[in-house]
T-cell receptor, first 119, second 117 residues
């Protein structure tokens, strides 16, 4: 079945540094990828939608200059948390839409998530 | 914008018994998809069941079934013969067919299901 590889699975960084998270579709082309953030015991909140070759669409309240998203190819999207602070500590999950489907029937596949801890 | 509400933060069920998780949603769209996802402690999102809004027949997947009431905008999940491995967070999700929105998913707040041996 389709697999989405998200890397790293966990990362600890110091406050003020930047962290890059990769989301890669391994056996399908993903025209659209979604980035979610999940705080402990809470739901997944959509941060942004990235489309291959164009700028990401950010949800209200999400700082685009802080959470840089790049979707340069049909199989890779990256989320960079710039100048990370302790409040950015969270679980980040990507989801990739399989190009092969149409509209709402196109499958969505989730990565295993990245646990970010900023000290 | 669509919203999804899960009114039960936590539920508990005895092993082998049946439990129903509630979900309601709000939308102005006439066609869409609804999902239930399971998130175990590993945090991996696992698709449990899917329902197309245009289908009147309720979806079933082995021990999992839904009660889809389109007019009431209700989408509950029934788990029969509950097993210890069913313990997890369960998220109800709405998927728009709006291609401009990338057919994105909107999640409910989640229900933590505990299964007692």
């Amino acid at each position: 079945g389709a697999v989405v590889s998200q890397h790293p699975s966990w990362v600890i960084c110091k406050s003020g540094t930047s962290v890059k998270i990769e989301c890669r579709s391994l056996d399908f082309q993903a025209t659209t990828m979604f980035w979610y953030r999940q705080f402990p015991k809470q739901s997944l909140m959509l941060m942004a939608t990235s489309n291959e070759g164009s700028k990401a669409t950010y949800e209200q309240g999400v700082e685009k200059d802080k959470f840089l998203i790049n979707h340069a190819s049909l199989t890779l999207s990256t989320l960079t948390v710039t100048s990370a602070h302790p409040e950015d500590s969270s679980f980040y999950i990507c989801s990739a839409r399989d190009w092969a489907g149409l509209g709402g029937n196109s499958p969505l596949h989730f990565g295993n998530g990245t646990r970010l801890t900023v000290t | 914008a669509q919203t999804v509400t899960q009114s039960q933060p936590e539920m508990s069920v005895q092993e082998a018994e049946t439990v129903t998780l509630s979900c309601t949603y709000d939308t102005s769209e006439s066609d869409y998809y609804l999902f239930w996802y399971k998130q175990p402690p590993s945090r991996q999102m696992i698709l449990v069941i899917r329902q197309e809004a245009y289908k009147q027949q309720n979806a079933t997947e082995n021990r999992f079934s839904v009660n889809f009431q389109k007019a009431a905008k209700s989408f509950s999940l029934k788990i029969s013969d509950s097993q210890l491995g069913d313990a997890a967070m369960y998220f109800c999700a709405y998927r728009t067919l709006n291609n401009n929105a990338g057919n994105m998913l909107t999640f409910g707040g989640g229900t933590r299901l505990m299964v007692k041996p």
